[in-house]
């Protein structure tokens, strides 16, 4: 049974920093695409970045590049998003899931989802 859990999420002061963690279960991560995403109140759920599971490509969207970093470890079978230079605009709960597409792909094409963290940035 394929299963994520993320942690790492809290209260960080804007310019602050977190590491999100996103550990599997029941399945080997490194065989498949793991992206995050985020989801504040009011608000559709959005990509924030993915790496790819064959041959770790990463993509991030605009408003996080530079910023936030995504990084797999495979002993550990867990994917990390660094978040850096954290904003207000950044508070969100924040989602890691899984597709089996060797690319990143659409929102739509994850299928394995985490509870979720929340991240909520103020000072």
């Known amino acids: 049974q394929v299963q994520l859990v993320e942690s790492g999420g809290g209260l960080v002061q804007p310019g602050g920093s977190l590491r999100l963690s996103c550990a599997g279960s029941g399945f080997t991560l490194n065989d498949y695409t793991i992206g995050w995403f985020r989801q504040a109140p009011g608000k559709e759920r959005e990509a924030l970045s993915c790496i790819s599971s064959s041959d770790g490509t990463t993509y991030y969207v605009d408003s996080v590049k530079g910023r936030f970093t995504i990084s797999r470890d495979n002993a550990k079978n867990t994917v990390y998003l660094q978040m850096n230079s954290l904003k207000p605009e950044d508070t969100a709960v924040y989602y890691c899931?899984?597709?089996?597409?060797?690319?990143?792909?659409?929102?739509?094409?994850?299928?394995?989802w985490g509870q979720g963290t929340q991240v909520t940035v103020s000072s």
């Open positions: 899931a899984a597709e089996l597409g060797s690319h990143c792909g659409t929102i739509t094409d994850f299928t394995w």
